[in-house]
């Protein structure tokens, strides 16, 4: 799949999942050095907010809407994916009061990468997760799923909302 970024065309490692395919379960790294577990099945509907680096201006933005958003959605479990280490997790928690996200990191072994096909193969960021947003529902099924078709440009927030509303 190809994507750009400030106008050029970056690749992405892999091959994204489809919708209503079995989301894999993925051993995460949260801000406490603790295992997350994401995907699969689970006993809430998970939303899996991917960005390259809670650092990135776009990437905090996304981050505190989902923050902000989780609050108002039930039956819901929402994750911030990205390759960050849990000291910048931990200090973006701080500075963000972002207390209704958990945040995790595949800075590992990026097998969240790999095995949901979102890491960036080319690009000054090769290496690190694309931009993206995911729903998995509680049998393990992605339900709705949006690569940005610019690495720069926020999601549809609105469309992923409106995904929950109709569950």
Known sequence: MTISFQGEKVFL???PLKVGENAP???LVSKDFSEIKVGGKQDK?????VVPSLDGSVCSIQAKRFNQEATKLKDCIVYIVSIDT???MERFCLDANAKNIIVASDFIDKTFG???GLILANSFLKGMLTRAVLII???GKLIYQEICEE????PNYQAA???INTL
């Open 45 to 49: 509907i998970q939303i899996i907010s």
């Open 86 to 88: 849990p000291f910048a």
């Open 151 to 154: 690495l720069g440009h926020e």
């Open 161 to 163: 909302l409106n995904k």
């Open 13 to 15: 490692k892999g091959k």
């Open 114 to 116: 790999e095995k949901y």
């Open 137 to 139: 529902d509680k049998e």
């Open 25 to 27: 379960e993925i051993t």
